[in-house]
């Protein structure tokens, strides 16, 4: 599988979400489970949560099954809310996310969105959290490109390493400006949803794109998280609770499109000509 770097860390360039897990039942949450580590035992090492992700359900599903793994295997990411960005509240969300996670710290640590508090203030606590060996790096989550300029000219600001945002073939505004600017700075672009939101059936494929999929012998879902990957510029990070569907998503990192073929995605998906403001979901 291709990898990318995040800091001074290579990881697989598939990660795993866990928005909506561990909200349901014993079964479900056991299936949830096995999916998780179906994909840490095929390879990947990625797993991206949040405090917020059912109120912490999500982060508690993770440290149930967490140590059965070496934790340098692992490269965990958890976000905290604005509201928790300054620095007191900050460490109070950590330290209550490394007790449900069950570990003593956490591989990325980012700011969920922007929020009230000052950047200058939730950089000085993110730095704090690093010197003390809570938390490996830092970044942010749906920051568009004046944030980011923003942040960069924080003292600490230089020390972000990524940036989480959504992206996929129909809410794809960051390949006008914001990926490659982040790319060219050595932030890392963590995208989320590469299927678009619920099901995954909101993003409509054309005849063409979906004989594309027939052709390479691949799911539709497949075919769209290839497309995220395509240039090996973005970490994707898709959410599923079922080792099967899990399976697909480190199959569809091997797939590769000739220029033809991108030609079609971007037929039917056009590439942006001008700034397109950030999509959030």
Not at 69 to 76: G, H, S, T, V
Not at 193 to 212: F, N, Q, R, V, W
Request: charged share 20%; net charge negative; glycine share 10%.
């Amino acid at each position: 599988m291709k990898t990318i770097n995040i800091g001074d860390v290579t990881v697989p360039i598939v990660g795993m979400g866990t928005w909506y897990l561990g909200e349901g039942n014993a079964e479900q949450s056991a299936r949830e489970t096995q999916a998780l580590k179906y994909g840490l035992d095929h390879g990947l090492r990625v797993i991206d949560t949040a405090e917020m992700y059912g109120n912490g359900a999500a982060e508690t599903l993770i440290g149930s099954f967490l140590g059965d793994y070496p934790r340098a295997n692992i490269y965990l990411i958890s976000k905290f809310y604005p509201s928790h960005a300054d620095k007191k509240q900050m460490r109070t969300a950590l330290t209550n996310s490394l007790s449900r996670l069950k570990t003593d710290y956490l591989d990325l640590y980012l700011l969920h969105w922007r929020g009230a508090t000052p950047l200058a203030e939730t950089l000085e606590g993110l730095q704090e959290l690093k010197k003390e060996g809570l938390i490996r790096q830092y970044g942010v989550s749906n920051f568009d490109v004046d944030d980011m300029d923003q942040l960069t000219l924080e003292p600490g600001g230089e020390q972000v390493v990524a940036n989480e945002v959504l992206y996929n073939l129909q809410s794809r505004g960051i390949d006008f400006d914001l990926l490659p600017r982040q790319k060219q700075a050595g932030i890392t672009t963590i995208g989320y949803s590469p299927y678009g939101s619920g099901s995954g059936k909101s993003i409509k494929l054309t005849p063409e794109l979906t004989d594309l999929a027939k052709s390479k012998g691949i799911s539709t879902h497949q075919l769209l998280l290839a497309w995220v990957l395509r240039n090996g510029d973005v970490l994707s990070i898709p959410r599923t609770g079922e080792a099967s569907h899990m399976a697909e998503n480190i199959a569809a990192a091997d797939v590769t499109f000739s220029p033809d073929e991108l030609d079609l995605f971007d037929q039917a998906f056009p590439m942006p000509r001008h700034h397109v403001p950030l999509e959030i979901i």
